[in-house]
């Protein structure tokens, strides 16, 4: 490809086309990048017409570009939110120094771990996701999983700019090796513990475009505070796309919910009964969702991070909504944190602030977790159902922090692993659930038609009904 057609390819808000070392790295990486979609993205959907939107701009019209496109052919590209003029450091120890727009040689390892640790999530979730395609539930659910796997590349290109265009030969190494590490492959796993578990089944995606992608949500929001602004206002972009795949996991579960109700409201609530209406029943729903949240919340980190203390003290990681807060140095305050005492009841310990960073990011994504819970609630009670979903204990089920090491009930209560293991199969997906809800999964490509386990959508993409052909065959 030659460099002229490489910055009219990709739409773009970088200067590409006067960026000559920017270009040459790109020429390398893309085809690779293309390689990587074709063997890892979406299998056996690569060929055909898929209705999708496409970012030409930063501004509300640049973000309305439907239309058919072939992914493979899908334009990546490389966006910034608009800068803000003067910009300076929001927090830290750096606060009211102007923001940088290179990178600081001191930091320079510390935010290239960070951007890599971001991007490797992007190619990751492709990954786990690129089977589905075989099993959705219908052709608009179809094309929603591919809008949510072509943005999550862009969400790579847009990392893999910031290491090519500041971090040198380092950086472009990074680069390639984004596209080497694989899901859940033993030996060359991606970094974080949720992206390299499998997602075999349309709940477990719903689930994880809800609280994984939220994760993204909160983190990216940390990282628009940075002081390195190249990485601001990257990542203030990204959060417009996010907004979507959060949509697409909510009102995903939110249909299913409301398909398990109507089923409820004509057989009752015994599980067996509900299965043979071929829908999924309530305490099912509930057992993805406890799995989904707790692998999420470890997300974020240990609840004593001194790495966290590091980002915050160099300004290159802030708070959600730092601007709101009075105190943006951080130096004198304690966080409250419920810890196991020697008698086996939680005591609080008072965590220096700073070390707190995670756990504080953590309480801002639980509260908004609760409102997810509350909202698909609110389906069950608008269908006269009396039974509710609910977030289990941020203690729960732990792998990652200080929670890991003991057991706790749903309820956050201590426990003996014995105990735990006695209540696995109520509250987390047993073998035989895996293999229901998989046992349910068939492709309904047919225009109109839907599963039997989820309900249709309110509406359809870009002003079509829901039965339209949002995914076409590819033309012979
Ligand atoms: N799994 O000091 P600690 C998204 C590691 S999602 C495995 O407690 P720290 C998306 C940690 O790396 C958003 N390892 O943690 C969603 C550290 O390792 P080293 C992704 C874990 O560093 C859906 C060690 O444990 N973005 O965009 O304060 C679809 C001690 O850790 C885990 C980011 O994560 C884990 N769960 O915080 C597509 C933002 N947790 O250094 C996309 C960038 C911790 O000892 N990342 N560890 O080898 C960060 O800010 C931080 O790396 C973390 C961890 C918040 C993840
Ligand atoms: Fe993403
Ligand atoms: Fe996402």
Request: proline content about 6%.
């Amino acid at each position: 490809m030659s460099t002229v057609d490489l910055s009219a390819k990709i739409p773009n808000n970088v200067a590409l086309s006067s960026d000559k070392r920017l270009q040459r790295a790109l020429e390398e990486w893309q085809p690779k990048f293309v390689d990587w979609w074709k063997s890892m993205g979406p299998e056996g959907f690569q060929a055909h017409e898929v209705f999708l939107r496409t970012a030409v701009s930063v501004d509300r019209e640049g973000w309305a570009n439907f239309g058919f496109v072939k992914m493979p052919d899908y334009r990546w590209g490389i966006f910034l939110a608009d800068a803000e003029p003067d910009r300076k450091i929001g927090f830290g120890d750096h606060l009211g120094k102007p923001a940088w727009q290179q990178v600081p040689g001191e930091y320079r390892n510390m935010l290239r771990r960070i951007i890599v640790t971001q991007a490797d999530t992007e190619p990751a979730s492709v990954e786990q996701q690129r089977l589905l395609g075989d099993t959705a539930p219908s052709l608009y659910d179809l094309r929603n999983l591919f809008q949510v796997n072509v943005e999550e590349g862009r969400h790579l290109w847009a990392m893999v700019y910031l290491l090519q265009t500041y971090f040198g030969r380092d950086g472009r190494e990074e680069a390639e090796d984004l596209l080497r590490r694989r899901s859940g492959n033993p030996d060359n796993p991606r970094i974080l513990g949720t992206f390299n578990e499998p997602i075999k089944d349309w709940l477990s995606f719903f689930m994880f475009t809800t609280f994984t992608d939220r994760d993204g949500k909160f983190q990216l929001l940390a990282l628009s505070e940075s002081g390195f602004d190249p990485l601001s206002r990257t990542c203030r972009f990204m959060l417009t796309e996010e907004a979507h795949h959060m949509f697409v996991g909510e009102t995903g579960v939110g249909r299913i919910i409301q398909r398990t109700a109507d089923v409820m409201n004509q057989v009752g609530t015994d599980p067996a009964k509900v299965r043979a209406e071929h829908a999924i029943d309530l305490p099912t729903i509930q057992r993805y969702l406890n799995h989904w949240y707790t692998s999420s919340l470890d997300l974020f980190g240990g609840e004593r991070s001194s790495n966290a203390a590091d980002f915050f003290a160099a300004g290159v990681k802030g708070r959600y909504q730092e601007e709101r807060q009075t105190d943006h140095v951080a130096l004198d305050g304690t966080y409250d944190l419920p810890v196991l005492g020697p008698d086996g009841r939680m005591v609080t310990e008072k965590v220096p602030l700073r070390n707190a960073m995670n756990e504080l990011l953590r309480d801002n994504y639980a509260s908004d977790c609760e409102f997810v819970a509350q909202r698909w609630n609110r389906v069950l009670e608008k269908a006269n159902r009396p039974e509710r979903l609910r977030l289990p204990s941020r203690r729960f089920r732990r792998a990652v922090g200080i929670y890991a090491d003991g057991s706790y009930d749903v309820d956050g209560n201590p426990i003996n692993a014995e105990t735990f293991e006695a209540h696995r199969k109520e509250w987390l997906p047993s073998p035989e659930d895996l293999a229901y809800v998989r046992g349910l999964m068939h492709p309904v490509l047919e225009v109109g038609k839907i599963a039997s386990y989820i309900s249709p959508p309110a509406k359809g993409i870009d002003d079509h009904p829901f039965a339209w052909e949002y995914v076409k065959p590819p033309i012979a």
